[in-house]
């Protein structure tokens, strides 16, 4: 025998189609039973039966009933319950009645939605601490120790608890699952196995403070089928101490420095516990052109000292912008605990990485130091003004050469369109220099930037260079910029090399 599990949909359109093929035959006998009907009246009035139409019509209500009757397709409906008729609601109504059935009551009931049975069936489990909280503190740890804590938990719900995984918040700290037994012994958990209502487990976590400093916390959440939500989440902190400190702080910061100068600071590295170490550089040299000197302060027989005096120092000839060095020193104290231990099982020590910065400028500098004209029209005049200014007793001049060249030193093919002019001020210990586009070609449609050569002549610093650029289109607005005209006594310089 054929079985077929039909969806509410299907079912539907299967009852539909059948009713609707037995009720137009049913409509077509009653129509044809009045007819028969009327014509026996007009024979012979009276009583009129037109029992051969009532038994079409009987035939013809093949309503499921409850036996085991097939469709032609060779389906068994026999699990099939249809909506009651008329007659048959009428009925039941009748009968409730008499056996006092309340179908408001039953209305009001809330419905079960479908799954319903099955989430409360399954989600009924429940992780509960034994003893203490959710939370544990190690207090203070210091750098490079492990911290290990167990939490004793139990599976307290209505059903067997399942944990189907364990994740910590960080790669620092690491956590497993192992069921107690009754003697006390341990048993590795397998996750997704149920664990029986009332039994006991432990949560063994630990976690790793190399090259941590300061307040800690981890996280481990369990997932599980705890009544409560999907995760069950124990928090670990601590207070990590570092092993070196470094005074008054990890960064030399210089300010703003010309090429010129040398500028120097000094820090020190202290043991937190006074303990003595030895302190060395941890690469191999210092970055040009920082100079370092360390040594210790009261050193013993073997060199090793508390406290250790480190003098840093940056300049001349560095190079313009802002500089970051790094330094890395390292002692002699052993790290306990390795983050990442070496392959090959050689000890790693505690260290200290030093920033030295700065923002070093030319012996003349320029503000800004990019110039952009946005954008602009072909044949659009536009004016930009930098101030330069110089560092020390030289004097700016404003018959300065001039010269443009493209971003990556090639020839700038719109040189002839630039205008500079020069003028010097606060007795020519700075300038205000107008970089003045007089207007592209009409043909010109893209991107343009350049690199402007100031022929400054210092001693220290002979060229000063500013880059720019812009955007020409044409068909833009009128931006109705009226150019600045020419600053009284100075020195205006055609574009070129």
């Not at 209505?158 to 960080?170: D, H």
């Not at 006390?184 to 209502?197: L, N, S």
């Not at 800004?368 to 930098?386: C, S």
Request: net charge negative.
């Amino acid at each position: 025998m054929k079985t077929l599990h039909l969806t509410p949909l299907l079912l539907a359109g299967l009852v539909l189609f059948s009713a609707a093929g037995c009720g137009n035959r049913e409509a077509a006998a009653v129509q044809q039973g009045e007819q028969v009907a009327s014509a026996s009246a007009e024979a012979a009035p009276g009583d009129v039966k037109p029992a051969a139409n009532m038994a079409n019509a009987k035939q013809c209500d093949t309503r499921y009933q409850g036996g085991v009757e097939k469709m032609q397709t060779g389906y068994d409906l026999s699990k099939v319950k249809l909506p009651a008729t008329p007659a048959e609601q009428a009925q039941a109504a009748d009968d409730d009645a008499h056996a006092g059935h309340d179908h408001a009551a039953e209305a009001a009931a809330p419905v079960e939605q479908p799954g319903a049975a099955l989430l409360a069936q399954t989600n009924k489990g429940r992780i509960s601490t034994v003893e203490g909280e959710q939370n544990f503190d190690f207090g203070k740890l210091r750098q490079g120790e492990l911290g290990n804590h167990e939490f004793l938990l139990v599976s307290d719900g209505e059903e067997p608890l399942v944990i189907t995984g364990i994740k910590p918040s960080c790669g620092c700290t690491k956590a497993d699952v192992a069921l107690v037994d009754a003697q006390g012994a341990r048993v590795p958990y397998t996750k997704g196995d149920p664990i029986p209502v009332g039994q006991r487990f432990v949560l063994e976590s630990n976690i790793n403070t190399d090259g941590r400093q300061g307040p800690f916390n981890a996280t481990v959440s369990l997932y599980a089928n705890d009544v409560r939500g999907a995760t069950y989440n124990l928090r670990l902190t601590a207070d990590v101490e570092p092993v070196l400190t470094v005074t008054p702080s990890t960064t030399v910061f210089f300010g703003r420095m010309t090429t010129a100068e040398k500028k120097e600071q000094t820090v020190t590295v202290t043991a937190t516990r006074g303990e003595a170490f030895k302190l060395s550089m941890a690469q191999e040299t210092a970055p040009e052109p920082v100079k370092i000197e360390y040594k210790p302060k009261n050193p013993d027989a073997e060199g090793r000292a508390s406290e250790w005096e480190i003098n840093v120092a940056l300049g001349p000839n560095a190079e313009v912008g802002m500089r970051n060095y790094p330094l890395n020193f390292k002692s002699d104290i052993v790290v306990a605990h390795p983050k990442y231990p070496a392959q090959d099982g050689s000890p790693q020590y505690h260290g200290v990485a030093v920033i030295v910065q700065a923002q070093v400028v030319g012996m003349v500098s320029a503000e800004p130091q990019f110039v952009t004209f946005g954008m602009v029209r072909p044949g659009e005049p536009v004016e930009r003004t930098l101030r330069i200014e110089c560092h020390d007793e030289y004097r700016i001049k404003s018959d300065m050469g001039v010269a443009f060249e493209g971003l990556q030193g090639q020839e700038f093919p719109y040189a002839d369109v630039f205008k500079v002019t020069v003028t010097p001020v606060d007795e020519g210990k700075a300038a205000d220099v107008v970089l003045r586009l007089e207007g592209f070609p009409d043909d010109l449609n893209g991107s343009f930037g350049g690199v402007l050569k100031l022929k400054v002549g210092h001693p220290y610093m002979d060229e000063l260079l500013v880059r720019f650029s812009g955007v020409c289109r044409p068909g833009l607005p009128a931006t109705g910029q009226t150019p600045a005209p020419t600053p009284a006594g100075g020195q205006t310089t055609g574009g070129g090399k």
